[in-house]
Each structure stands twice: as C-alpha cells, then as structure tokens.
Nanobody, 122 residues
Framework: QVQLVESGGGLVQPGGSLRLSCAGS????????VGWYRQAPGKQRELVAI???????NYQDSVKGRFTISRDTANNTVYLQMNSLKPEDTAVYYC????????????????WGQGTQVTVSS
C-alpha cells in the first residue's frame, strides 16, 4: 500500500521551532508535487507550502520567511521546517502528493497522510 506518514508534531512555545517529516512508504519510485496543508479547529484545510519534483517552492503569505519546505528525493521524504511559530499556526498538518509512481501499483493519485498535530502555546 502506498502511504504518506507525517511525524514531528508536538507542543511548542511561541517563537519556537518544529520540523515536520512526510515519508512515503511502499514500492515508491518517485513522488511528484508535495504540499503541506493545515486545518485548525472550525476552519477549512489550507495550503501552507508546496514543492515540485524539481524543487521549486511556494508558500502561503502568512508563513513566508518562517517556514521552509524541502525534500530528500532519494528517501521519498519531504520536510517542513517551521520557525518563529505563532499560536495561529496551531493546527493538524497534513502532507499530500498529487501523484506517486509506485513500481507495483503504477500511478497513484491524490495521496494524503494521516496528519500530525502542532500546538503553539505558552
């Protein structure tokens, strides 16, 4: 089964940092565009950052200069480094891949991870 597994969430004080990981599992050959999304209680899920297979990135305005998305293509892992965290960053963070090439299953579209909770509070 092709999966994305997030880790690295937790409780952090305002101004602190966390690094989220999104690891692909299965017989993955490559992963195309990957995005980090978040959903706060009572709010819609929103795109935080995105990275293409070539490494191009884009960010939501509210996290520019604080968050950095990166990827380790060889290990099918995408990271989200979050610095200068604010209480309004509190949410469940999800990673998403639009297309995964798997050696056993072929093309697998629209894959979501299970989410990891990030809480920013003093």
């Amino acid at each position: 089964q092709v999966q994305l597994v997030e880790s690295g969430g937790g409780l952090v004080q305002p101004g602190g940092s966390l690094r989220l990981s999104c690891a692909g599992s299965g017989s993955i050959v490559s992963i195309d565009i990957v995005g980090w999304y978040r959903q706060a209680p009572g709010k819609q899920r929103e795109l935080v950052a995105i990275i293409t297979r070539a490494g191009s990135t884009n960010y939501q305005d509210s996290v520019k200069g604080r968050f950095t998305i990166s990827r380790d293509t060889a290990n099918n892992t995408v990271y989200l480094q979050m610095n200068s965290l604010k209480p309004e960053d509190t949410a469940v963070y999800y990673c998403h891949a639009d297309l995964i090439f798997d050696s056993k299953r072929g093309r697998v579209f629209d894959v979501w991870g299970q989410g990891t909770q990030v809480t920013v509070s003093s």
